[in-house]
């Protein structure tokens, strides 16, 4: 209702200025304003869902890991495989080494959710595996983030405690996290925001 309200307050003031001026009148000083003020609004508005848009397309594409050292990735990016398969249920150590109880347990869950049970992990078996987690959650898939939150900060650092448990400290490292790669900042760690991070975007 209030994006259909601003965009016919839009179209009136505008066509209220442009009708008066084509007649030769006196455009009033708050109808004038109105109309690009107005626009000015949507337009920003529109901008920054166009930068999103932009961000997201910007991602690298979701990590894929298998059995075996999977050089081309850090440590981090496994840690997070094994956090969220322990979420699904899985009683991995988190080591970061993709052995083959960590295979085992890929197989599991892809069999469990119909995908194609080869034990390597790609963007259907991220996109399955991944749990949204905001203020006020808790568990591996919060450990996912908090370690991949100290992965950033000094790399490898420890800015956040790995405790599961999801509180003001890692809302607050999320948005700014967030903020940086141009999403929404709601602190809210979805899908996108899952992909910067087992992509290790900003991670440099």
Sequence with gaps: MTTKKTAS????????????LAAGLALPVSTAAAAPAATASVTSTVNVKAMRVASAQALQPWPVLRQGTNSAWPRVTVRSLQYLLNARGAKLTVDGIFGAKT???????????HLPADGVIGAKTWGALIVTVKLGSTGSAVRAVQDQANFRNLRNGHSLNVDGIFGQQTQSWVRGFQQAEGFKADGIVGPLTWQALVTESLSG
């Design 9 to 20: 307050t839009v179209m009136l003031a505008t066509g209220l200025a442009t009708a008066t």
């Design 103 to 113: 295979k085992a347990a890929v197989v599991t869950f892809q069999r469990a959710h």
